[in-house]
């Protein structure tokens, strides 16, 4: 089992910055690949980023490449979301997930999701 808590939303200004951290707690954690999954208000839930565990490979959609960046700390169950740039599109509520088989986390059918964390970024 893998639990997941999301932490870091809030509003900020167009072109600002967050980060958003996901700490998980069980003791395979080093074993799954994490993701960034984000749902927007009348929207489905859309990937975001993911990386992989063994060597840290990551995957952008492309309406956050060059913005946002993923990477994970497994010493500290931690996998952390650096936005940058902001826009108001971006504003959504940001959900975790972990899955072993990174497919299938990229696919948005991850076995762990966390609660979710508000981002909303005004214009």
């Known amino acids: 089992q893998v639990q997941l808590v999301e932490s870091g939303g809030g509003l900020v200004q167009a072109g600002g910055s967050l980060r958003l951290s996901c700490a998980a707690s069980g003791r395979t954690f080093s074993s799954h690949a994490m993701g960034w999954f984000r749902q927007a208000p009348g929207k489905e839930r859309e990937f975001v980023a993911t990386i992989s565990w063994r060597l840290g490979i990551t995957y952008y959609a492309d309406s956050v490449k060059g913005r946002f960046t993923i990477s994970r700390d497994n010493a500290k169950n931690t996998v952390y979301l650096q936005m940058n740039g902001l826009k108001p599109e971006d504003t959504a509520v940001y959900y975790c997930?972990?899955?072993?088989?990174?497919?299938?986390?990229?696919?948005?059918?991850?076995?762990?999701w966390g609660q979710g964390t508000q981002v909303t970024v005004s214009s």
């Open positions: 997930a972990a899955d072993l088989n990174l497919g299938r986390l990229r696919g948005g059918a991850p076995d762990y």
